[in-house]
C-alpha cells in the first residue's frame, strides 16, 4: 500500500499537478529510457516506452532477450527517466525493484495486442517483468529529499 508521503512526492515530481501516475502516462506524452546494472555494477541503459500499470499497484515492462533483461536476473533494481516532449526538462524519474516476471504469458500479449499486432513473432521469446515503484522524483532536482537522505 503506497502511503501520503509517497503521494505527495509523486505530485511535488509532476510539478505540482494532482495525477497519479496513470493518469500521467496516459495523458502526457514524451520519451522514456530504462536504466539497469549487472551483479558487478556495469550499466546498460534502453529506450522504453511507457510503463503499464497492473491492478495490483505494480508496473511492467515488456521486454525482449537482451541485455537490460539479463541485468535484472542479478540485480533487481532499475530506473526509470521520463522526458516530457516539448522543449525543457519536464518529467519524472521512477526508482524500481523487480517483483517477477512472466515468459510469453497470455496476460504479456493482451497488454501487447493495445499497441501492436497480438500475435507471438516466431524466435523472439518476450518477459512480462513487474517492478514496485520506490520512489518517484521530478526529472530535474531532487524533489523535497535532499543528498543525505538518498
Same mark, same amino acid.
Given at each position: 500500500?503506497?502511503? $501520503?508521503?509517497?503521494?505527495?512526492? *509523486? *505530485?511535488? +515530481?509532476?510539478?505540482?499537478?494532482?495525477?497519479?501516475?496513470?493518469?500521467?502516462?496516459? $495523458?502526457? $506524452?514524451?520519451?522514456?529510457?530504462? +536504466?539497469?546494472?549487472?551483479? &558487478?555494477? $556495469?550499466?546498460?541503459?534502453? *529506450?522504453?516506452? !511507457?510503463?503499464?500499470?497492473?491492478?495490483?499497484?505494480?508496473?511492467?515492462?515488456?521486454?525482449?532477450?537482451?541485455?537490460?533483461?539479463?541485468?535484472?536476473?542479478?540485480?533487481?533494481?532499475?530506473?526509470?527517466?521520463? @522526458?516530457? @516532449?516539448?522543449?525543457?526538462? !519536464?518529467?519524472?524519474?521512477?526508482?524500481?525493484? !523487480?517483483?517477477? &516476471?512472466?515468459?510469453?504469458?497470455?496476460?504479456?500479449?493482451?497488454?501487447?495486442? @493495445?499497441?501492436?499486432?497480438?500475435?507471438?513473432?516466431?524466435?523472439?521469446?518476450?518477459?512480462?517483468?513487474?517492478?514496485?515503484?520506490?520512489?518517484?522524483?521530478?526529472? *530535474?532536482?531532487?524533489? &523535497?529529499?535532499?543528498?543525505?537522505?538518498?
Amino acid at each position: 500500500m503506497l502511503d $501520503k508521503l509517497f503521494f505527495a512526492r *509523486i *505530485i511535488q +515530481a509532476l510539478g505540482g499537478q494532482v495525477m497519479d501516475l496513470r493518469d500521467y502516462f496516459e $495523458k502526457v $506524452k514524451g520519451h522514456g529510457v530504462l +536504466a539497469t546494472a549487472d551483479a &558487478e555494477g $556495469k550499466v546498460d541503459v534502453a *529506450i522504453y516506452g !511507457k510503463p503499464h500499470f497492473m491492478d495490483d499497484g505494480s508496473i511492467a515492462f515488456i521486454m525482449s532477450d537482451r541485455l537490460t533483461h539479463a541485468n535484472l536476473q542479478s540485480n533487481n533494481h532499475a530506473a526509470y527517466l521520463f @522526458k516530457e @516532449k516539448g522543449n525543457g526538462y !519536464k518529467g519524472v524519474r521512477l526508482f524500481l525493484s !523487480k517483483l517477477r &516476471e512472466e515468459q510469453d504469458s497470455d496476460l504479456l500479449y493482451a497488454i501487447r495486442s @493495445k499497441r501492436y499486432a497480438s500475435e507471438k513473432e516466431e524466435g523472439k521469446t518476450r518477459f512480462l517483468v513487474f517492478f514496485n515503484v520506490d520512489k518517484v522524483l521530478p526529472l *530535474i532536482g531532487a524533489g &523535497e529529499e535532499t543528498a543525505e537522505e538518498d
